[in-house]
């Protein structure tokens, strides 16, 4: 019969290795952005903590028992951490200054009440340990609120890292290293919300704290193996270029001026528009107006271009759908110069030729 412990644990130590690969990786890079520095010093902190637990799980602790007691303080840094990381993201300038250092009190707090802890002899550690460890938490016990605070204390600055990822993801659509940190905090909110529900309903199950560890390893084991899998799959993903957003203010009208190009100008029907033409008509630099057509709408100024003359072209022919008008007269009122061009991009996007669609239109 297969041990089903002892697959767990098999997980948890390939979860815990790779914790501490994917940090060396990161750390022996070139460009040793800050979100790299930190998120490096995240998979760190948690894989100390799978070790300390999977010691303990093992019962191999009774070997190293000075180690106990070490991820339980450094585990106050992570809440700083995934909120700083969201900061290093989203604001150009972003530094970790003395200000931002208030934010590891809790950290430093949590480290001088374990003090006398860590000055126990190594049977006495153990002993207290196995004590916590069997225990069944209760609602009258001041350490089942104390642990539920902490579900509050994480909470508010993974929340605040999601909102700060959000806002920036609204002016930047195709950010891949914002769009795949923002899933990740996701994914981590939904297991923390599951861990949080049965740490809450615990007492009423009978459950013991060992019960609870092992489901907390389980959890960020997975979170690290989908990290290690989206690193594999996209090794681009940490060298994301950060944009500046500074001055939104400007952004927005620039974006705005852009898109009423477009839309009220409709600049797209002149059959000879170029990046550098169509920058020249709202006096901007033509790699900013690239730059903001790629984060904004996720696609090249020309692949924009063809959007806007395809929909041109479309509702042309809704328009004339009886007339006599032929295609081609059709392709250059909407902008585009030649058949070739007009053809494809209605295959591109429409998955089947002009003729096709204005046949549709008649029959309907």
Known sequence: MIDISLILNFLIAYGTCQAFFIAFVLLKTENKTLFKKLFSLFLIIEGVTLIERLLVETNLIVSIPHILGVSYPISFIKPPLIFFMACSLTLIRFKLNYKSYLHFIPFVLMLLLNLPFYFLEADKKIETVRGFMANTPDYQNFEFYFGLSFF?????????????????????????????????????????????VFYVFQPLGGFKMIHINQISMLIM??????????LVDKSSIFNSK?????????????????ISKFEIDKIHIDNFLTLERFSASVSLPAPYVSEIINQKFNCSFKNLVAQYRLNEAKSIMKQKTHSKTKLIEIAYDSGFNNKVSFYRTFKLYEGISPSEFLEQLKNK
């Open 242 to 258: 950060i944009v500046d957003l500074s001055d939104l203010k400007k952004r927005k009208k620039d974006e705005k001026l852009i």
């Open 152 to 196: 509050i204390y994480i909470g508010v600055y993974v929340i605040a890292g999601i909102h700060k990822l959000k806002q920036f993801k609204t002016q930047v659509t195709n950010n891949t290293l914002v769009n795949w940190y923002y899933h990740v905090l996701l994914l981590y909110t939904s297991f923390l919300a599951l861990y949080f």
């Open 221 to 230: 084991t997975f979170i690290i193996q989908s990290i290690a899998y989206k």
